[in-house]
């Protein structure tokens, strides 16, 4: 997708985006995810890799979503998060987060995935 003429700080624009693979789809996270994302994201393996010291509670994980910027609120970084599903099933799996701090047309991404889905074809 080009930027010209795409006021990519206007991240309202995507709240309705969803991207669709051959194994998985990102598609806007919401707060319900929460739960599921917390069971997912509690193990050592993934938040030792996190520059925090991750989630203590599913009210936790709520606050960094809203934090990092449900889609079309109009809060947050300026960042969008996607939670990723198995494209068989729905329930996040993981979760993938794009933040432009400073360019305009530059994101910094991150992304985690639950350890029982590492490898999974």
Aim: proline fraction near 5%; include cysteine.
């Amino acid at each position: 997708m080009s930027a010209e003429g795409v006021n990519i700080r206007d991240l309202r624009q995507f709240r309705d985006l969803e991207l669709v693979g051959d194994k998985v789809r990102l598609r806007p996270v919401r707060r319900d995810d929460a739960p599921a994302a917390f069971t997912l994201v509690s193990d050592d393996l993934i938040t030792r890799n996190f520059l925090w010291d991750g989630p203590s509670s599913v009210e936790d994980v709520a606050i960094a979503f809203e934090a990092m910027g449900l889609p079309g609120d109009g809060g947050g970084d300026a960042g969008y998060t996607f939670a990723i599903e198995a494209v068989t099933r729905t329930g996040i799996i993981g979760c993938i987060v794009a933040l432009s701090r400073q360019h305009p047309r530059q994101f910094d991404i991150g992304y985690w995935l639950g350890v029982p889905h590492w490898g999974a074809a």
